[in-house]
Every structure is written in structure tokens, then in C-alpha cells.
């Protein structure tokens, strides 16, 4: 037995989440949405800064002494001498400094920064954030950032009340670092090309290679691809073609992608996504709803008058069950039309539609996998 809420409003939200996924079975993308070049990627930066400038909301120099640290040593850096002083300035946060490298990025260009507070600080708005070198996993030095940091989030408070929206400790400098050292590299050194794709699927990462080969048996008069595996594609670079120009006809041809059956239960949130392929063989499902409801009224006994009694309070429960939706109805799903009008006519609601998924597929009547988030 179970306590069940009243959830009026959750079928029609479950027919909105998978209504728009009965389409084809395979869509035409382009290749450029579907895959990425393996020499393209990101590389991630890392870096330890200052903001300075802050109305009060810093760092408390005693609860965060590196903090103070790192102030001295600016200073002397500068040529400034911090002996035998003590600040107690709360207009200075220590933060750690991230972005990310995007490829073929050349020397001069910009790129945005993420700023987010290493110490006690209660908000960084309003900050400047002072020269920070940012480096690489090979320790290399490959951008320098600065610049005043944009705060998304609100946070005020009084004597008796406050109110925060957002993150106050996370900000972001927009095009605030620019890059003094390009990768090592290059694209046009390249011999071949190596794509990758998002959605690893041995069946796509064919029809990739298949059309990418009928498109250079028009051009080139050879096949060029071959499918490594389920994730790469190998391209090799004809000898007359000039590689970005390659790469660009490659990237805007269209191909019939495919992918497994899939169901995506979030338990947390009471979200299911039910791909277009899932198949269920004929069962019989029957869904019942039990609710109890307890009730106390609790009763106080008065003793007569003139009498040694005492005041007592006497418990009493009332108890009632009721049983909803008992039905059985036959599921066959051949397509997600008929599985989903089979959920609803029993009056599934989202958490035992969960449910029910879960216990088709102990049964083995559910051809699709099952991702529990």
C-alpha cells in the first residue's frame, strides 16, 4: 500500500513530451550536426586571479589567507612594499579562472571567461578582474584574461530578511581574455580527416562513410571513407583537394541517421521520453491505484465533579481506503501512437506509467533499453 497524491494535470503533460516523437523512424542531417572533427575540439583553461574593486563583499582576509597572499605578492610585483602592514579590506576575492580554448584559435583573438570565488566572498558584482595568465594541461601558457566581471544573480539582505536570485559568486567576463599562443597543431598539416560522432551508432557511422564515398567517386573517382567503428570515420585527403575545402562539402552533405530504441525515465522529476523505434510486445497491464487516509480526532474525557478523577485524552482513528482504476487493458505497442493511447486509456498517470515500464521490461515484453536518470 501506498499514500497516492491526486495528479490531475500529469497525463496531459505526458502526452505533450512524447507526442512530438512519432516521426520518421530515422532523420536527414546534415553531417556537421551529427559529427565533429576529431582535431576540432576545445581545450579546456585554467587559472588563479584576483577581482578587485568590490563593494564590501570580498574576501575576509583572516578566513581566507591565501587571499591576502596572493594581494601581497601583486603589490610587490608592482614594486609596492607590504611590510608590516595588516589589511583588513574586503574589497578583494580570490577566484579560479576557466574557459575554453576553441580550435584553430589564432593569437589576438578573444574568447569569454568564467570567474567563480575560491574564498568566503558573498558576491563578486561590480569586481574587476585583474591580469590572470591562463594555462593548459601541458602548462603552457595560452591566454591572458581581464576585464570587469558580469554578475547574473541578485543578493540583498537586512537586518531580518534577504533575498538572493541566481549565484552572486559566479560571473563571467565576456571576451575578456585574449589568446597569446595558438595550439601546436595545424589543420593543413593534416593527412587525413577523423570524425567523430555524437551518438556512437555503428549503422550511421556506415551510411556516413556511404554517402561521403558516393560524393567523392563524383568528385575524386576513389572512395575516400571508412568507418573505424561505431564512433569514427576516416577520411583520407585526395591528393588534388584542398583540405577545408574538403572538409566544407563534407560537412554539408545530409544522411539518414539511426539510433537504438531507447526509454529515458527521470524517477526525480516524473519525465518520460519515449523514443520513436520503442516496441512492446502484447501484455496485459492492470493499474490500480490505492489510497489511504488516516484521521485523528483525538477526544479530551472530563472527570465528574467532586471526583478524584483525572482529564484524559482518548485516542480516536478513522481509517478509509479507496480503490481507484482496477482495470486491465491490453498493451501492444507496434509504433509509440498505439503504445502511448494504450497507457492513457487506463488513465495512467506519470508516476505509474514509470512503473508499468518497469515492469514490462522484467517481463521482457519491452524491446528498448531503459535509462533510469
Known amino acids: 500500500m501506498r499514500l497516492i ?6 497525463l496531459c503533460a505526458l502526452a505533450l513530451v512524447l507526442a512530438p516523437l512519432e516521426p520518421a523512424l530515422s532523420a536527414n542531417s546534415r553531417i556537421k550536426d551529427i559529427a ?3 582535431s576540432g575540439r576545445d581545450n579546456q583553461l585554467i587559472g588563479y586571479g584576483l577581482v578587485v574593486g568590490l563593494q564590501g563583499t570580498g574576501d575576509s582576509l583572516r578566513s581566507s589567507p591565501f587571499t591576502d597572499q596572493s594581494m601581497r605578492a601583486m603589490l610587490q610585483n608592482l614594486g609596492i612594499s607590504t611590510q608590516g602592514g595588516q589589511s583588513n579590506a574586503k574589497n578583494v576575492a580570490a577566484v579560479m579562472v576557466t574557459a575554453n ?21 558573498t558576491s563578486l558584482r561590480g569586481g574587476t578582474l585583474v591580469m590572470t595568465s591562463l594555462t593548459g594541461a601541458d602548462g603552457q601558457i595560452y591566454a591572458v584574461a581581464q576585464g ?4 547574473s544573480g541578485i543578493n540583498a539582505q537586512g537586518d531580518a ?3 538572493q536570485q541566481g549565484i552572486t559568486t559566479s560571473a563571467r567576463v565576456p571576451t575578456g581574455a585574449i589568446i597569446e599562443r595558438e595550439l601546436p597543431s595545424k589543420f593543413k598539416d593534416s593527412v587525413n580527416l577523423v570524425l567523430q560522432l555524437r551518438n556512437p551508432d555503428f549503422t550511421t557511422a556506415l551510411r556516413v562513410s556511404d554517402t561521403i564515398n558516393a560524393y567523392a567517386a563524383a568528385n575524386y573517382g576513389a572512395p575516400i571513407a571508412e568507418a573505424r567503428d561505431s564512433l569514427e570515420i576516416v577520411v583520407q585527403k585526395p591528393r588534388t583537394a584542398d583540405l577545408a575545402r574538403l572538409m566544407a562539402d563534407i560537412e554539408n552533405l545530409v544522411v539518414a541517421t539511426d539510433s537504438p530504441a531507447r526509454v529515458v525515465i527521470n524517477e526525480r522529476t516524473g519525465t518520460i521520453v519515449i523514443g520513436a523505434d520503442v516496441r512492446v510486445s502484447r501484455v496485459a497491464v492492470s493499474y490500480g491505484t490505492l489510497t489511504v487516509q488516516v484521521q485523528e480526532t483525538p477526544q479530551v474525557i472530563q472527570p465528574e465533579p467532586f471526583s478524584r478523577g483525572e482529564t484524559a485524552v482518548q485516542p480516536q482513528t478513522d481509517i478509509s481506503i479507496r480503490q481507484e482504476g482496477d482495470q486491465i487493458a491490453i498493451v ?8 502511448v493511447s494504450g497507457l492513457n486509456s487506463i488513465g495512467v498517470k506519470p508516476d505509474g506509467v514509470i512503473a508499468i ?7 521482457g ?5 531503459l535509462v533510469l536518470q
Open 5 to 10: 497524491a491526486p495528479m490531475r494535470f500529469a
Open 36 to 38: 565533429s572533427l576529431q
Open 101 to 121: 580554448l576553441p580550435p584553430f584559435a589564432s593569437p589576438g583573438s578573444r574568447i569569454d571567461v568564467t570567474v567563480s570565488s575560491l574564498g568566503d566572498s
Open 148 to 151: 570587469s566581471v558580469v554578475v
Open 161 to 163: 530578511a534577504a533575498v
Open 332 to 339: 501492444d505497442g507496434p509504433d509509440l501512437r498505439t503504445l
Open 357 to 363: 515500464l518497469q515492469g514490462i521490461k522484467s517481463a
Open 365 to 369: 515484453a519491452l524491446h528498448a533499453e
